[in-house]
């Protein structure tokens, strides 16, 4: 098993072999700002910087996985070559980062993390929140969703990590699919990809949403060697997310 998490210095000595974090694979470039959501997490952790992707709920909170902690966070918004200037790409600092009381390190189940920005972004046509769904929604396997990520797009290869956002189509698949390994939670996970098609999210995507419907309704979380990926199921933890947004709301 693999976070999808990305390293920008060397990191074969953190992760098991035979295992993944997070690319769009199979996928293309993003059209320009058509998914305003979408947030760049510059992570630093130490001496070592990564990054992650994450999803705007509410003016002050993004949504991301639990294993992109680090000592400090800043957030882009609004943006989409994560490496040009871009006038209406916004940076704010985070807070307080809050991962899930229940957040399993070794298995990454309640892989998930809300973080609470020191301002409030700017609502516009570059910066938008995602609508998160109920929380007894459940997508019907063959659904077919979106994810995006500025993660590698090819496999095993660092130096292909994206600079435009991308994005691929994956399907929901059947529990059973993804239930082979001992860490997989049907509560609390969700399987998607094409292995067929070898279309995933993996290395740099942690923490981007699963879009079905106009809805966040998967994380981008873990995986192994090829598609489907792992991605932390949304609904199951609508209660703790809104609680939380509400008891740290100014």
Request: charged share 25%; with cysteine.
């Amino acid at each position: 098993m693999q976070v999808h998490f990305l390293f920008l210095l060397p990191m074969a000595f953190l992760l098991p072999p035979g295992t993944w974090a997070g690319e769009i694979i199979g996928g293309k470039e993003a059209q320009p700002h058509s998914r305003p959501y979408m947030a760049y997490l510059d992570i630093q952790d130490g001496e070592e910087d990564n990054f992650c992707g994450g999803f705007l709920v509410a003016k002050n909170f993004v949504l991301t996985a639990a294993h992109c902690q680090g000592d400090k966070i800043t957030v882009s918004l609004g943006a989409h070559n994560i490496r040009k200037w871009e006038w209406n790409k916004r940076k704010i600092r985070v807070r307080r980062q809050i991962p899930h009381p229940e957040y399993n390190t070794n298995t990454l189940n309640n892989d998930i993390m809300l973080l609470q920005l020191e301002k409030s972004a700017k609502l516009n046509k570059f910066v938008k929140t995602i609508p998160l769904p109920e929380a007894d929604e459940r997508v019907k396997p063959r659904t077919v969703c979106s994810v995006a990520g500025w993660g590698r797009t090819i496999a095993n290869d660092n130096s292909s990590a994206a600079n435009a956002l991308r994005e691929v189509d994956v399907e929901v698949l059947e529990d059973d699919e993804c239930s082979d390994d001992d860490d997989y939670d049907r509560a609390t996970m969700l399987c998607a990809g094409h292995p067929e098609k070898c279309r995933d999210s993996a290395k740099g995507d942690s923490g981007s949403p699963l879009v079905c419907g106009g809805k966040a309704q998967g994380i981008v979380s873990w995986g192994n060697d090829t598609p489907p990926g792992v991605y932390t199921r949304v609904p199951a933890f609508i209660g703790w997310i809104n609680n939380t947004m509400r008891l740290l709301q100014p």
